[in-house]
């Protein structure tokens, strides 16, 4: 066994030899994997196999399609059958919601190039005759989907791995990891020591253990999964004998079951009510290919279902029942990408769908840390998507929700219930007293809307306008003509200060940071290609002092980004505000009138102007008011000690009464921010689109001197830019906007997607935001959006349709 290489991979599931194949073949070979039993097997052994090719994901999709396509050519290239049947996936839908689902879905599958075709019920019955079709109203089909069997993948991976030098130990087991004063990392194990530079983490059902030897707490624990193998059955047979092709794998998602055909029977999966999780403090150091006992009590509901839909399904016997561990997180994604707080140490965990992942997973693993970050936009499976918030008891909870709701309809606007509230701002039973309707994000509740008096406080998810259009409406309208008030105390929040700090943030942004005490810039993190990584609101509040504001969903991204970047020589101090800085915010015409209510402060023009920020009390409560927001309107963002939230919040409703002050929620803002033509990381602003096709020229100063992303951002524009960010109006709409990842088409041809959509209530014009070519981005060009299945004409217009001059922010 090697005593030194350049990374180690703990975990010989799918998953990590697909990331060792993966280092290998984009040229480390000094990489091996350790595993404490055998290939296999911890989860994998057991898997069913599937490769199903739908996901809501952006980031997941791409994964999945990938790995489909790997294993298509890995017979090929190591001589290894794995078992590949593409027999295709027939997703089943009963209602009209199901297939507005699938509509949303084709238009991220067209954007990433997966192929995906509608099918009638009579369509349905050809394909799969032994499928009962009454009670359907269509459904989809993936010719490219089908199964294979996960054993043979992964020797099949395994032997492409050392065939390019890469070496796999199985029967060791790692029994400590430590990190080095130089950085470098020892994996310990019962064979000896290895040193190395980096460290992956594939271990399934052992990532919490795994991560407790280097003080992280992962985010995974499984969930118990059970399916059901028949004995063969006459018909299944009969068509064998008769040459008739393999039926597809069959999911009725209103049913939450798939099944596909297994040596003459059937095999079905179902996703039940009150599937338990299991290894919840990691499984036992002798845990080999093991099974829990079968509860086929849980699974009556979707047998019946199975039955009703395929009858044969109840004539055939049970062969056998397994129920194992299948990996997961909370949201149900996995955790793809570097840890937080350590530095090469990375995370390929919670995969609930681990068969088809791996391969796309393996692939941008190897691509981050050999490059030093991936190729496609992977913020949909970060591992620090998540937060300390997500510990054991919220684990156990929400990972069984997410399971439950597998095959559930993803609805946009869908906001799960269980584990909640868990974090709150102090305004919360304020805010809930008005009528909000909260969502979370970050484990931060926030009002998504208020609800009128006599409405019924519950959403309405759909995929069309719902409930609460018309109340999010009135709330958007407020704002233009009254003002409103707005809790954003979920925003990431910290201070970086100290004698090197604006030297290290002049060489992290690519905009100039203010340079006056009390100016506020807007500042963007670029990728080293010249990407978006990241958004920062900045003040600097003395010399050596900034105060930076970024998303709250990003918290842990975005300071870890940070933290990991400052100088080694304690030049630079890291402060995290988050928990302790509340934030609200007033915005429209009346904004001023209100401030000058509760506070003795000067909030004139010349006093107070646009991008600056003031320390000053609101009634008795000391504040940072900074002139900036998210909607487009005259207002103030102010940031306060949390102890003082709920005396400010009373301050400004009892001072706001006459001004018809009345608060709005994030749906209303997400509306404001569309018709100023407003970016937001992770959909207009992204590792896949430099930062001039995201329009950002503006925040873009090349001659300041260097920073993270320029040279890359030069060599892009050199290349030249295959996007350009445009602002489009949506013609011929009824009861649905854009909603994100909508395909756009120049006679028939794809040539973009839509980032992001609503209507806007001030412009009174549904809108859309969206990256097209950049030869159709010129003001009045005419393109065809789909949303839900109908194509809309749409028209390019110029940024920021409401207010382009920005008067109203400077009034």
């Keep these: 066994m090697k005593t030194q290489a350049r990374v180690v991979v703990i975990g010989g599931g799918v998953v990590g030899v697909s990331t060792l194949y993966h280092l290998a073949k984009k040229g480390w070979t000094d990489v091996v994997l350790v595993e404490r039993k055998e290939l296999t097997s911890g989860s994998t052994w057991h898997a069913a196999g599937l490769l199903p090719l739908f996901n809501m994901s952006y980031s997941v999709g791409q994964l999945h399609k990938y790995s489909v396509r790997l294993y298509g050519d890995l017979e090929a290239e190591t001589g290894q059958d794995v078992g590949l049947r593409r027999v295709g996936n027939i997703r089943l839908a009963m209602n009209r919601d199901r297939m507005d689902e699938y509509h949303q879905y084709a238009n991220v599958a067209a954007t990433i190039g997966v192929d995906v075709r509608f099918l009638t019920p009579d369509e349905i019955k050809d394909i799969w005759p032994l499928c009962n079709t009454e009670g359907l109203v269509g459904g989809i089909v993936h010719p490219d989907d089908g199964y294979i069997q996960p054993a043979d993948l992964t020797q099949a991976l395994a032997r492409g791995a050392r065939t390019m030098g ?29 040193a190395c530079e980096h460290v992956v983490s594939a271990t399934g059902s052992f990532a919490r253990k795994t991560g407790a030897m280097v003080g992280l707490d992962i985010p995974v624990i499984p969930v118990q999964h059970q399916f059901i193998v028949t004995e063969p059955h006459p018909e299944i047979q009969a068509r064998h004998a008769q040459g008739l092709p393999e039926m597809g794998v069959l999911r009725e998602s209103d049913g939450s079951w798939y099944m596909r055909e297994e040596a003459g029977g059937l095999l079905l999966g179902p996703y039940e009510q009150g599937a338990p999780c299991c290894y919840v403090n990691g499984p036992t150091d002798d845990c080999e290919y093991e099974l829990f006992q079968e509860d086929l009590e ?191 105390t979920a925003f990431a929040k910290c201070r970086i200060s100290g004698p090197g700090a604006e030297a290290f943030l002049e060489g992290l942004v690519a905009n100039r940071l203010p340079q006056k005490i009390g100016r506020v810039g807007l500042c963007h993190m670029l990728t080293s290609k010249g990407g978006v990584l990241s958004e920062f609101t900045i003040q600097r509040e003395a010399a050596d002092t900034y105060y930076l504001v970024s998303a709250g969903a990003l918290q842990r991204l975005d300071h870890d980004e940070l933290t990991k970047r400052m100088p080694a020589d304690g030049s630079v101090r890291f402060d ?96 404001l921010r569309i018709e100023k033509s407003y970016r937001m990381v992770g959909t207009e602003m992204s590792i896949e689109y430099a930062a001039y096709e995201s329009g950002l020229d503006r925040f873009v100063r090349e001659n300041k001197g260097d920073f993270l992303g320029l040279d890359g ?29 909508n395909a756009l088409f120049k006679d028939g041809a794809m040539v973009g997607r839509a980032t ?56």
């Design 756 to 811: 992001g959509g609503n209507y806007g209530w001030r412009v009174g014009k549904s809108l859309a935001l969206a990256m097209v070519r950049p030869d159709l981005a010129a003001e009045g060009t005419e393109l065809e959006m789909d949303i839900l299945g109908t194509r809309h004409r749409v028209t390019v217009i110029g940024e920021s349709p409401y207010d382009p001059e920005n008067a109203r922010l400077r009034a």
């Design 576 to 671: 995290n505000l988050t928990n302790q800085m509340g934030v609200l915010v007033v915005a429209g015409p009346k904004a001023r009138t209100l401030m000058e209510r509760v506070s003795e402060t000067d909030f004139s023009n010349g006093a107070f102007p646009w991008l600056s920020g003031q320390e000053i009390l609101v009634g008795l409560a000391p504040t940072k008011a900074l002139r900036v927001n998210y909607v487009g309107e005259l207002g103030w963002e102010l940031h306060h000690p949390i102890e003082y939230q709920n005396h400010i919040f009373d301050a400004l409703m009892a001072a706001g009464a006459d001004l018809g002050l009345k608060p709005f929620g994030i749906r209303a803002m997400d509306s």
């Design 298 to 488: 849980r699974l009556h509901p979707h047998i019946e279902a199975a039955i009703n839909r395929v009858p044969i399904f109840g004539e055939a016997g049970v062969k056998e029942v397994y129920n194992g561990a299948i990996a997961y997180t909370p949201d149900g994604g996995p955790i793809v990408g570097p840890a937080w707080g350590k530095r090469n140490f990375w995370i390929n965990e919670g995969h609930s769908f681990g068969i088809t992942a791996a391969g796309g997973a393996g692939w941008q693993l190897a691509e981050w840390i050999i490059d030093g970050e991936p190729t496609i936009d992977m913020m949909g499976v970060d591992p620090r998507r998540f937060g300390d918030y997500a510990g054991k008891a919220y684990l156990r909870v929400k990972n069984e929700e997410a399971y439950r709701n597998v095959f559930t309809i993803h609805y946009p606007d869908e906001e799960r219930a269980d584990g909640r509230p868990l974090r709150t701002a102090p305004c919360y039973d304020r805010m809930k007293a008005l009528g909000a309707v909260f969502g979370q994000k970050f484990g931060w509740e926030r009002p998504n809307w208020f609800a009128p008096e006599g409405m019924a406080r519950k959403d309405d998810w759909s995929f069309r306008r719902s409930a609460w259009f018309e109340p999010v409406g009135r709330e958007c309208l407020n704002v233009r003509d009254n003002v409103g008030l707005l809790d954003m």
């Design 166 to 194: 890469a070496e796999i130990y199985r029967n060791t087991t790692v029994t400590g990891i430590e990190q080095k004063p130089s950085g470098d990392w020892v994996v310990q194990t019962d064979k000896g020591d290895i």
């Design 713 to 741: 951002l030069a060599a892009w524009k050199a290349k030249g830019f295959a996007n350009a960010f445009v602002t489009l109006e949506v013609h011929g709409v009824t009861d649905a906007d854009a909603l994100g990842n």
